[in-house]
């Protein structure tokens, strides 16, 4: 069902692993076009845009584009007990594991009379984007608008694709994790039109422009954020899922199974690695991995996701060659199952969130750990974090100089600007020791 990498005998460099590593391809550059028509089709022509765009792609033609307050108490209305109780759970643990992530402000003097202060500010309005498709993921809105909350944006917008089984109207668990959120701003809009609508705005929906976008989505949706980056924030350009576990041999076989399938059933490309310095581990995996997968409600999405060339066991010489490999690779869940995981995890710098242990599953950060699920793929984790409060806040600098503060680096600032020839930069601090004005 899945394939073997025999990495023993060697030590790849870190070019050499990178040329090794298992991943989907995802042309995000080839849907760049389609992408441009559908957010230019909605620049031009707003809402009916939006409705040729959910007609021909969703199926739906007949629904409330801005969900009416009405639709959103039903949903909540509707929420079995357990259901609620479940989301007001996470809710509660991923805010307080947002609040954590604000920095504090801090001031520093430089000299005497010379203070340069750091604030933290939040963005005024952010878009907040909630895919279809294959699943349902009221967990993405906690884990999009929490962090948001927390960071103390005021203006909060969401949008998830209009489903033709309910009517076209959005799936009442995504507007019930949304209502219990308190956010009322609701688009039922979906894809790249969507991520278009919010950078660019639609007047004649009342629908303002926005600061940052985020949120996962299909390949379309990652090639509209790559359009819209620069005019607006993103978070990131979310890809297929991806779960890489390193295991010793004191590894649980049918944990480490379980949690390989947990991520496999998301999509046909998701990614599942397991690197590991144990044949023995290996072999037993892959016979649980037979024994489960058949079983789960997903068994032929599980089927082909794993046989698929982004997913694969590696086997290496020793757990420092595992490290290697997953800091090559830069995995969105990283989960360790060995002897010493929290050493092994002091080793890992690139990767979206870490899970250590037995008891720490992939699954937990989904929806109830109080971390984020929404987490960098395709190796951006080498470069990027996943979204926390920290996304919607920008540091700003406060500087402020007494006269005689000023005066003490009065010469070495003229010096600079004459020799970048730019004297009137020169001018403007010597013109307030050389006036009656000062």
């Known amino acids: 069902m899945i394939r073997t990498l025999d990495l023993r005998g060697t030590r790849p460099t870190h070019a050499e692993l990178l040329a090794l590593i298992p991943r989907t391809e995802i042309d995000v550059d080839s849907a760049s076009s389609v992408a441009q028509e559908l957010i230019d089709s909605v620049r031009t022509s707003g809402s009916a845009a939006l409705r040729e765009q959910a007609a021909r792609l969703d199926r739906v033609t007949d629904y409330e584009l801005r969900v009416p307050q009405s639709h959103i108490d039903e949903a909540v209305a509707g929420l079995s007990a357990e259901l609620r109780s479940s989301l007001e759970t996470a809710i509660a643990r991923v805010r307080a594991g947002s609040a954590a992530q604000i920095p504090p402000a801090v001031t520093t003097e430089i000299a005497a009379g010379a203070r340069i202060s750091q604030r933290w500010q939040p963005v005024e309005r952010v878009g907040l984007y909630v895919p279809g498709g294959k699943a349902v993921y009221p967990s993405s809105v906690i884990m999009n608008v929490v962090p948001a909350q927390a960071a103390g944006v005021e203006s909060i917008a969401l949008a998830s694709p209009p489903q033709a089984q309910f009517g076209g109207r959005i799936h009442p668990t995504i507007l019930a994790a949304a ?60 890809g297929p899922t991806e779960i890489l576990v390193i295991a010793d041999s004191t590894a649980v076989p049918s944990f480490v199974a379980a949690d390989l399938i947990s991520q496999a059933e998301h999509d046909e490309m998701a990614s599942a690695v ?165």
Do not use: C, W
Not at 228 to 238: C, K, L, P, Q, T
């Open 179 to 238: 209502g219990l959120l308190g956010v009322s701003e609701i688009y039922a809009m979906g894809g790249a039109g969507a991520i278009g609508a919010f950078a660019y705005g639609v007047a004649d929906l009342e629908l303002a422009p926005v600061n940052v976008v985020t949120g996962p989505g299909n390949v379309y949706v990652a090639a509209a954020k790559r359009l819209v980056r620069g005019r607006v924030g993103i978070d990131s350009e979310a």
């Open 274 to 438: 397991l690197v590991t310095d144990s044949a023995e581990l290996a072999d037993a995996v892959m016979e649980e991995i037979e024994k489960q997968a058949p079983n789960t409600a997903h068994a032929e999405r599980v089927r082909i996701a794993l046989n698929g060339p982004q997913s694969a066991v590696v086997l290496v010489d020793d757990l420092s060659v595992a490290v290697d490999f997953s800091n090559a690779y830069g995995p969105e869940h990283l989960e360790i199952h060995t002897t010493n995981a929290s050493e092994i995890a002091t080793q890992t710098t690139n990767a979206g969130a870490i899970f250590l242990g037995n008891y720490t599953p992939v699954s937990l950060g989904d929806y109830s750990a109080g971390s984020n699920h929404v987490l960098p793929t395709a190796g951006q984790a080498l470069f990027s974090s996943g979204l926390g409060a920290y996304t919607f806040l920008r540091p700003q600098q406060v500087i402020e100089y007494s006269k005689d503060a000023l005066a003490e680096v009065s010469q070495g600032i003229r010096v600079l600007s004459d020799d970048e020839d730019l004297p009137a930069h020169g001018d403007a601090v010597d013109i307030r020791f050389d006036t009656e004005d000062n």
